[in-house]
């Protein structure tokens, strides 16, 4: 039987719904008697509840939580009072809401539901799920800046939940500390400037020793804006204003010299400096710990030929170095390739690194001559963006399938791929496992982003 009215399972009084997973929105998941799907915000698996339904359609409702008649034991209590589905709550992040362990569950179940329902592939090892800290861990963040006048205030934070505004935020568990701590005096700063009203956003890096603040502004600022500027920096340690009047590329230092924006990975003696619009894994805990691990799983040896695709600055790459005979980067930014040079350079003067190589390529337009022009490698290592490595694999599948295009080539004998997307790593893994002849021996999640409903993970393949 079902409620009267409303297609309530049986069992349950009217109007309510019993929750039995979370969607990849961090959404609970209901079903009606009828097979109607019900994604409820703020709702949690195992959780019996009401929600007000907001959108209807043939196959699915979508609705928000209004009342929890049985909570999950996995249920805590944000931390984050801007945390939640109230008017004006801040949408940085969507899961504080539930045990960080039980985030860590959620996120391995997504990678292998998506391994399995999009790829029909199976790990033959699940690995340990790759945590850190759970708060104060995004080194890297985007804050608009909007003046209200209706406030008579200036906000700089994240965005509302689904909405264009700007979060009345005055604290962030997230951001480091010292960043958190310094909402208050950015509202202060800019709502003291003359083009209050023409700079929409500051971008935070920071690096082991600096706290870097990209302002945008869309007009030229004037001296007394400078000076306001500069007392900022000059009254807390640490922060390094850059300028950005146009696109990223227009990014520059107001005053040169002081310490680098750099971060390091200690266990392989590296140090690695970069420009704040330069692409920098967000969480540094979690990146020096991923980077040992994807060595350890692809066992680099001294005589081992490795590629690092999509190699940007080199996060892996420089640390390859120290481990193989010689290692070859390849990347799709001219810039990022420039920079991945320099920070050879800078290394290899500090300690004994491989011969590497880096080359700039599209690496979206991959074929199997040019996978054949790059010369054998013993490994790969794969890092790259949302999109996947689609084109990478293919030729790899295409030189499976056709031998006689590789002639003497041979492919790689293991693959550590590195996802930020679930569903791509699906895509991909299903074309090396059966297409390219390889194994997906083992996989797992890497929590980068807590409290988000973001998944990376790691995968390896083996021939």
Same mark, same amino acid.
């Given at each position: 039987m079902t409620g009267e009215k409303d297609g309530t399972p049986a069992g349950l009084p009217d109007g309510w719904l019993a929750v039995d997973a979370l969607d990849l929105e961090a959404r609970g998941v209901a079903r009606r008697a009828d097979g109607k799907v019900v994604f409820i915000e703020g709702a949690l698996p195992f959780e019996q509840v009401s929600a007000a339904i907001t959108r209807r359609k043939n196959? =699915?409702?979508?609705?928000?939580?209004?009342?929890?008649?049985?909570?999950?034991?996995?249920?805590?209590?944000?931390?984050?009072?801007?945390?939640?589905?109230?008017?004006? /709550?801040?949408?940085? %992040?969507?899961?504080?809401?539930?045990?960080?362990? *039980?985030?860590? *569950?959620?996120k391995q179940r997504?990678?292998?539901?998506?391994? =399995?329902?999009? /790829?029909?592939?199976?790990?033959?090892?699940?690995?340990?799920?790759?945590?850190?800290?759970? =708060?104060? &861990?995004? =080194?890297?963040?985007?804050?608009?800046?909007?003046?209200?006048?209706?406030?008579?205030?200036?906000?700089?934070?994240?965005?509302?939940?689904?909405?264009? &505004?700007?979060?009345?935020?005055?604290?962030?568990?997230?951001?480091? *500390?010292?960043?958190?701590?310094?909402?208050?005096?950015?509202?202060?700063?800019?709502?003291?400037?003359?083009?209050?009203?023409? %700079?929409?956003?500051?971008?935070?890096?920071?690096?082991?020793?600096?706290?870097?603040?990209?302002?945008?502004?869309?007009?030229?600022?004037?001296? /007394?804006?400078?000076?306001?500027?500069?007392?900022?920096?000059? *009254?807390?340690?640490?922060?390094?204003?850059?300028?950005?009047?146009?696109?990223?590329?227009?990014?520059?230092?107001?005053?040169?010299?002081?310490?680098?924006?750099? &971060?390091?990975?200690p266990e392989f003696g590296i140090e690695m400096p970069f420009r704040p619009t330069d692409f920098t894994q967000v969480n540094p805990h979690i990146n020096r710990v991923l980077v040992a691990t994807a060595l350890r799983l692809l066992d680099v040896q001294a005589d081992d030929r490795v590629i690092d695709w999509f190699c940007g600055l080199g996060n892996f790459t420089?640390?390859?170095a120290t481990r193989a005979r010689e290692v070859l980067g390849i990347e799709g930014s001219d810039a990022l390739v420039a920079r991945s040079r320099e920070n050879l350079a800078l290394n290899a003067a500090r300690r004994p690194l491989a011969p590497v190589q880096f080359a700039a390529r599209n690496l979206f337009e991959m074929t199997p001559q040019q996978l054949v022009a790059d010369g054998v490698a013993d490994k790969w290592l794969v890092d790259p963006p949302r999109e996947g490595a689609f084109a990478l694999a293919k030729a790899l599948a295409d030189l499976h399938q056709q031998p006689e295009l590789g002639g003497a080539w041979t492919p790689p004998a293991r693959i550590v791929y590195v996802s930020c997307n679930p569903a791509t790593l699906a895509r991909d893994a299903g074309l090396l496992v059966h297409q390219a002849g390889y194994r997906c021996s083992a996989a797992g999640m890497v929590n980068m982003f807590p409290h988000t409903a973001h998944v990376e993970s790691i995968a390896v393949f083996d021939r």
């Open positions: 196959n =699915w409702e979508q609705g928000q939580l209004t009342a929890i008649h049985r909570e999950s034991s996995q249920r805590v209590q944000p931390r984050c009072p801007h945390f939640g589905l109230h008017e004006g /709550a801040c949408g940085g %992040c969507k899961m504080q809401h539930l045990h960080a362990g *039980a985030q860590v *569950a959620i997504v990678l292998e539901d998506n391994l =399995w329902h999009l /790829a029909k592939v199976r790990p033959e090892r699940v690995l340990r799920p790759i945590e850190g800290p759970a =708060w104060n &861990y995004r =080194w890297r963040a985007r804050f608009s800046v909007r003046h209200v006048r209706k406030k008579g205030t200036v906000l700089v934070g994240f965005h509302e939940r689904k909405s264009r &505004y700007v979060a009345d935020i005055r604290e962030c568990h997230v951001v480091p *500390a010292h960043v958190s701590d310094l909402l208050l005096p950015l509202r202060e700063l800019i709502g003291s400037m003359d083009a209050m009203e023409t %700079c929409p956003q500051i971008e935070l890096a920071c690096g082991d020793g600096v706290t870097a603040l990209v302002l945008r502004h869309l007009e030229p600022l004037g001296d /007394a804006d400078l000076a306001r500027l500069r007392g900022f920096a000059a *009254a807390h340690p640490g922060v390094q204003w850059w300028l950005q009047p146009k696109g990223p590329d227009s990014v520059r230092l107001l005053d040169e010299g002081g310490p680098a924006l750099a &971060y390091s990975l420089l640390p390859l």
